[in-house]
């Protein structure tokens, strides 16, 4: 009986053989591990840092670098950033004014704000309101306020008011509508009114020119823009005026007139003091501040130390 052999063939299977069909580029780029991540990232260069930039500066030994501006008269440091800041912010309220709006006239009931005087006309045909309040005031309208006389102090070159100044001063404000919005106002001019007990008179320039003999008597406007010359007895006066100011593209408006008029007017309740009869006093005022004071007072204003 024939026997059948079967013959087997020893062929090796690979690991490759046994897998499912794939396409080859899946099988070359399997998922990098953590670590392959890591190592590629390690072998990538650094980034570059960027050049720092630097500003050159120069000594001009034969030029300032104090400036003074023209428009607003402040003087600052060019170059320096706090300064520049300063004379930017100072410049534009001492031009313009400062904003009136709504955070203002919400508070303006708790504050105790009276309008005085309401569609004042100025010489321009424009037409803005008058308001009064303590000078004491706390709040948003009090840091309102700070601000301001903060900028009339700088513009005056004049000392801050003391607390017990400000205790004894109401403030009158002159608001025109504004340009850019109808729910605000600006504020082109402030007074501040004081309550004072006595003032002194202003001599007149036949008074002056014989006390100390000058060889020709000059004549007031050229002699109060350097000094005022005064009596000094004092005389009982209610009224001072320890601050008049009005924004430089709103003077020679009727704005300061109108403001002095409604502090006469209205400081002392049912009583109006006429600045004619001494009634009314400033307090050292500066050169255009005497003009608007003898334009007004026709002659009667005093002066008056705070």
């Given at each position: 009986m024939a026997s059948t052999l079967k013959t087997y063939s020893r062929t090796k299977r690979t690991l490759l053989s046994s897998l499912p069909s794939s396409p080859?580029?899946?099988l070359a780029s399997p998922t990098p591990t953590p670590k392959a991540k890591a190592k590629k990232a390690a072998a990538k260069p650094p980034p570059k840092a960027k050049a720092k930039t630097f500003t050159q500066l120069h000594f001009c030994i034969d030029q300032t670098i104090l400036r003074t501006c023209a428009l607003c008269g402040l003087?600052?440091?060019?170059?320096?950033?706090?300064?520049?800041?300063?004379?930017?912010?100072?410049c534009a309220r001492v031009q313009k004014g400062m904003e009136w709006g709504r955070e203002e006239e919400k508070e303006q009931l708790a504050a105790g704000v009276v309008e005085v005087a309401s569609g004042v006309k100025l010489k321009d045909r424009k037409k803005g309101?008058?308001?009064?309040?303590?000078?004491?005031?706390?709040?948003?309208i009090g840091s309102k306020l700070s601000t301001l006389l903060n900028t009339i102090n700088?513009?005056?070159?004049?000392?801050?008011?003391?607390?017990?100044?400000?205790?004894?001063s109401k403030v009158?404000?002159?608001?025109?509508?504004?340009i850019t919005s109808t729910l605000r106002e600006k504020i082109v001019?402030?007074?501040?009114?004081?309550?004072?007990?006595?003032?002194?008179?202003?001599a007149t320039p036949t008074e002056y020119s014989g006390a100390c003999e000058p060889p020709s008597p000059p004549s007031p406007t050229t002699t109060l823009v350097g000094g005022?010359?005064?009596?000094?007895?004092?005389?009982?006066?209610?009224?001072?005026?320890?601050?008049l100011f009005v924004s430089s593209t709103h003077r020679r408006q009727g704005v300061a007139s109108h403001l002095l008029t409604a502090a006469a007017e209205t400081f002392v309740l049912g009583c109006p003091l006429d600045p004619r009869k001494g009634q009314v006093a400033?307090?050292?005022p500066t050169g255009d501040g005497s003009a608007v004071m003898h334009r007004w007072g026709g002659g009667g204003v005093r002066i008056y130390e705070e």
């Amino acid at each position: 009986m024939a026997s059948t052999l079967k013959t087997y063939s020893r062929t090796k299977r690979t690991l490759l053989s046994s897998l499912p069909s794939s396409p080859p580029s899946v099988l070359a780029s399997p998922t990098p591990t953590p670590k392959a991540k890591a190592k590629k990232a390690a072998a990538k260069p650094p980034p570059k840092a960027k050049a720092k930039t630097f500003t050159q500066l120069h000594f001009c030994i034969d030029q300032t670098i104090l400036r003074t501006c023209a428009l607003c008269g402040l003087s600052y440091t060019k170059g320096a950033p706090d300064d520049e800041a300063l004379h930017k912010a100072h410049c534009a309220r001492v031009q313009k004014g400062m904003e009136w709006g709504r955070e203002e006239e919400k508070e303006q009931l708790a504050a105790g704000v009276v309008e005085v005087a309401s569609g004042v006309k100025l010489k321009d045909r424009k037409k803005g309101r008058i308001i009064c309040f303590k000078a004491d005031v706390g709040g948003k309208i009090g840091s309102k306020l700070s601000t301001l006389l903060n900028t009339i102090n700088l513009a005056l070159s004049s000392p801050s008011l003391t607390p017990e100044i400000l205790q004894a001063s109401k403030v009158y404000l002159f608001l025109t509508p504004s340009i850019t919005s109808t729910l605000r106002e600006k504020i082109v001019g402030c007074v501040i009114a004081q309550q004072i007990s006595t003032a002194v008179a202003i001599a007149t320039p036949t008074e002056y020119s014989g006390a100390c003999e000058p060889p020709s008597p000059p004549s007031p406007t050229t002699t109060l823009v350097g000094g005022i010359f005064c009596h000094p007895a004092p005389l009982p006066t209610p009224l001072g005026i320890s601050r008049l100011f009005v924004s430089s593209t709103h003077r020679r408006q009727g704005v300061a007139s109108h403001l002095l008029t409604a502090a006469a007017e209205t400081f002392v309740l049912g009583c109006p003091l006429d600045p004619r009869k001494g009634q009314v006093a400033f307090s050292q005022p500066t050169g255009d501040g005497s003009a608007v004071m003898h334009r007004w007072g026709g002659g009667g204003v005093r002066i008056y130390e705070e």
